[in-house]
């Protein structure tokens, strides 16, 4: 909030970044099919800026699919873990 009264341009400047980030997300993982689906997402859909935001802000685990319980071995998917899947 001390942010917003004092300099909003920086919030908006924030908000443009994460924007970017959430495009580069979808747009990387539109142009390298692989074998890394999600439950939600049929075989032929394709990632939207909001999974690219959902990404980014750390909403996404990996989850072992055994037990498909959350637990110390299940980690947040970040872009590089991404990168690391699909390349």
């Not at 890394?36 to 859909?45: E, H, P, S, V």
């Not at 802000?57 to 990168?83: A, C, H, S, W, Y």
Request: a negative charge; one cysteine or more.
């Amino acid at each position: 909030m001390f942010w917003t009264i004092v300099a909003p341009e920086l919030v908006l400047g924030w908000a443009v970044r994460q924007w970017f980030a959430a495009r580069e997300i979808r747009d990387f993982y539109n142009r390298h099919p692989s074998w890394l689906t999600f439950r939600t997402l049929q075989a032929d859909q394709i990632w939207t800026m909001e999974h690219g935001h959902f990404l980014g802000m750390g909403g996404l685990i990996l989850v072992d699919p055994p037990n498909e319980q959350p637990g110390p071995f299940n980690k947040v998917l970040t872009l590089d873990r991404l990168r690391e899947l699909v390349c």
